[in-house]
């Protein structure tokens, strides 16, 4: 008797991991989950100048004119976030989905201009959307969009499975267990499960002002050296934590794989690290779109 109520309680245990590892689950290919992408608009909003806080405030001031009374922007975290919000009216937004991404076969070298026909794809939006954000001529509401597309393809493009892929739509088809969770989508664990592992047990927290000196190790680059640092981590981290080796030049890799709690502990200061330099080169970004003389 004693056996069977110790094994129903861990049963019961690991469904409720399982339910609580599946509400972090975004739909779609969503960089950072919702937690992620508000924590890398706080550690920008915590680096740019005053003068940028305060021309972002005058932009979220015409947040009603964007007309998406469901998604609303109050805040640069509400920005951050507004971009995966508008996949419930794929009717009007649909032609944005393929922006959040660029993966690219880590079996062959990383090349910017692949996978981004007509600009559709998140390097060339990043730059679009900081030179829309910086024309003055335009109207408030055109550059609040800009700036909402800006700081989240920012925060996309640094998660490694928008970058790295291994014919499997950027992890998305692979099943992982992750720790003693099962069957979670590997994609979803990185946007996620571990990103708000690697945020909630950062020590010192994530969001800060950082040193010039940190500042100058973790930021700069363009958005294809963001891309290309994000497709190596795929082929050197993301895959082989759950996979225990390299996934080019071997068999194929099989769909379902593990991340042990070891791997877990191996991945966190990667995701940490991504998360940061995510924010810290969103403020740069911002303060050069913003700054007179613009870009």
């Not at 550059?143 to 499997?168: C, K, M, T, Y």
């Not at 979670?184 to 994530?206: F, G, K, M, V, Y």
């Not at 969103?282 to 700054?291: G, H, R």
Request: glycine share 8%; with cysteine; hydrophobic share 40%.
């Amino acid at each position: 008797m004693g056996d069977r109520t110790m094994g129903n309680r861990a049963h019961g245990v690991i469904a409720l991991l399982v339910a609580l590892a599946l509400a972090l689950v975004p739909q779609g290919a969503m960089a950072w989950g919702s937690f992620g992408h508000r924590t890398t608009a706080e550690i920008a909003l915590a680096n740019v100048s005053p003068h940028t806080r305060a021309e972002i405030a005058k932009l979220i001031a015409h947040a009603r004119e964007l007309g998406t009374p469901d998604c609303p922007i109050r805040n640069l975290e509400d920005a951050a976030v507004w971009p995966d919000c508008l996949r419930g009216e794929s009717w009007r937004w649909g032609y944005s989905f393929s922006w959040h991404y660029q993966t690219e076969p880590v079996d062959t070298p990383y090349d910017v201009r692949a996978n981004c026909s007509g600009g559709n794809c998140v390097s060339a939006q990043i730059t679009r959307n900081q030179r829309i954000l910086s024309d003055e001529s335009l109207p408030p509401a055109v550059r609040l969009e800009a700036l909402a597309f800006l700081v989240h393809f920012i925060g996309d493009i640094h998660q490694p499975l928008h970058s790295g892929d291994d014919d499997d739509k950027g992890g998305n088809d692979r099943r992982v267990d992750y720790g003693i969770v099962p069957a979670l989508n590997l994609h979803s664990i990185w946007d996620t499960t571990l990103a708000e592992r690697a945020i909630t047990s950062a020590q010192p927290p994530l969001v800060r002002r950082y040193t010039p000196a940190e500042r100058a190790a973790l930021a700069g680059g363009t958005p294809a050296d963001w891309g290309r640092e994000s497709w190596a981590l795929a082929r050197s981290a993301v895959y082989p934590g759950a996979y225990g080796r390299d996934p080019v030049g071997g068999d194929p890799l099989p769909k379902e794989g593990a991340l042990s709690q070891s791997a877990i502990e191996e991945a966190i200061p990667v995701a940490q690290r991504r998360i940061v330099q995510a924010g810290l080169r969103m403020a740069d970004a911002l303060d050069a779109a913003f700054a007179p003389g613009k870009l």
